[in-house]
């Protein structure tokens, strides 16, 4: 894949993630709770920019299970909070950097963790 390439893929990484994440919005403002639709789509954006700083582990089961792990434990505190529908307050808007932050942290700790768990770790010769 030349550079020219994988630098226009980059460029549309976040449109398209907006656009992936539209039905999930959609569901929570059918339900009338757009306000929690909006936090959904702001942590579930995070961690989706989060994984793609990781992309080139997307073969790696633990990377799968520390990001749905993570994703789990943000949403419960989201979820948590009475979010008001008509608008979006700060700490909603605020809520992406320590979201983007939690998950490429856990996912770099499991990552430092796995890199000794490979075969023969264990072994001494």
Do not use: H
Request: net charge positive.
């Amino acid at each position: 894949m030349s550079s020219d390439n994988r630098n226009k893929k980059d460029e549309y990484f976040g449109f398209f993630a907006g656009l992936a994440l539209l039905p999930i919005l959609f569901l929570f403002i059918y339900y009338r709770q757009a306000g929690l639709g909006r936090i959904v789509f702001i942590v579930v954006g995070g961690n989706l920019f989060a994984l793609r700083k990781y992309w080139g582990l997307k073969r790696e089961v633990w990377l799968w299970a520390v990001v749905v792990a993570a994703m789990f434990a943000e949403l419960a505190v989201v979820c948590s909070v009475a979010w008001p529908n008509d608008r979006i307050p700060r700490a909603g808007l605020v809520l992406i950097l320590p979201v983007f932050w939690l998950t490429t942290g856990a996912i770099a700790f499991a990552r430092k963790f796995m890199a000794g768990a490979g075969p023969g770790a264990g072994v001494e010769s």
